[in-house]
């Protein structure tokens, strides 16, 4: 499996937050499965969000320069 979180998605409509992919099923990217598989989705947020954590990782910051854009689901 391949999870991809854009912290800073752009226009809802046109840039989805996350991407998820099955890479043994599709190893060239080709079907974003973030809305048809959410478990996995939420499994592979939550194990991304840990090793950060464990990893004491700096976070990209919002716009007012102060709140850490931490990984989640909408």
Do not use: C
């Not at 391949?2 to 752009?10: F, S």
């Not at 079907?31 to 976070?59: C, D, F, H, W």
């Not at 320069?65 to 990984?71: C, E, I």
């Amino acid at each position: 499996w391949k999870l991809v979180y854009h912290y800073r998605p752009g226009k809802k409509d046109t840039w989805p937050a996350t991407e998820l992919f099955d890479l043994d099923d599709d190893p060239y990217e080709a079907t974003n499965l973030s809305v048809t598989r959410p478990g996995k989705l939420r499994e592979m947020i939550g194990a991304m969000a840990a090793s950060l954590l464990n990893a004491g990782a700096q976070y990209p910051l919002a716009d007012d320069r102060q709140t850490p854009l931490k990984p989640h689901l909408n």
